[in-house]
Each structure stands twice: as C-alpha cells, then as structure tokens.
C-alpha cells in the first residue's frame, strides 16, 4: 500500500492533481487507514502511471477516460483505442500547422530593422491584423 505522497513520488504527479483525478473519477477513492490516510494499491498506483503517460502526450480527461475504460475490457477491439488516438493525432497536427503559422508569420515581421517604432513592423502587424500574411 502507498500513500498520497508516495504515489506522488513513484508517479511524478502531485499530490492536489491526485485528488483531483479521484474527483473526476479517474482513479478509485482509495482505502483509508485508521489515520483516514489514502491508502494506494499496486493497481492504484499502475493506473495512475496509466494516466500520467496519457497527460504527457496530451489526451484529454475525456480520451483518458475512454482509454481507461477500453484497458478494463480487453475483448474489446482495439479499433477503439486506436480511433482516440488518432483523433487526438489529428487535433495534435492541427495545433502543429497552426504553431507554424505563427511562426512563420513571426519570423517575416522580426526581419523588420526600422529603426523606430513609428515604422516597426511588429507594431503595425498587431495594431491591422489584415497586415498578416498567415491565417491564424
């Protein structure tokens, strides 16, 4: 059995976010010992590293659900998991092409060397969004 602050330790998450997952639904309200401590089992403590992998490639509390859900029904098609994840793909390349419209569209009014604001690309560019060449 582990503690709150063990499991914080062994998973890498903090503590208020643990209690949050439980709020949420994500992760079991543990057992609590005679102190009324949380108190994690083996299982606890893998479907919160479960969790944590997720968080870090960026699925949703919603994905995260539908994954957690899914690994408790292995006869389950794996199309199932695999249509999140390409979803969540999806939305992830769309946030990419976005990023590289911004960027592009920073580098060009950076390349600006006026010499004074009155002429400084930068200003004008965020004073008349018609300015940009990238949609974003």
């Known amino acids: 059995m582990f503690s709150i602050g063990q499991l914080s330790k062994r998973t890498g998450v903090k503590i208020p ?4 997952y439980e709020q ?3 992760i079991d309200e543990p057992e609590r010992s005679e102190g009324n401590q949380r108190r994690y089992t083996k299982a606890g403590l893998s479907r919160l590293s479960f969790i944590r992998h997720s968080r870090d490639l960026g699925f949703s509390v919603e994905d995260i659900r539908g994954l957690l859900e ?3 029904h292995p006869e389950k098609p794996c199309s199932d998991a695999h249509s999140i ?3 969540h793909l999806r939305d992830v ?3 990419i ?4 419209r911004l960027e592009r569209e920073l580098k ?3 390349k600006c060397d006026a010499g004074n604001v009155a002429a400084c690309a930068v200003i004008e560019t965020l004073a008349d969004h018609g300015l940009c060449e990238t949609e974003h």
């Open 17 to 20: 976010t643990i209690r949050y």
């Open 108 to 110: 060009r009014i950076t």
């Open 24 to 26: 949420m639904g994500l």
């Open 97 to 100: 092409a976005k990023l590289r």
């Open 93 to 95: 390349q769309g946030r």
């Open 70 to 72: 899914l690994s408790q």
């Open 85 to 87: 994840a390409a979803q």
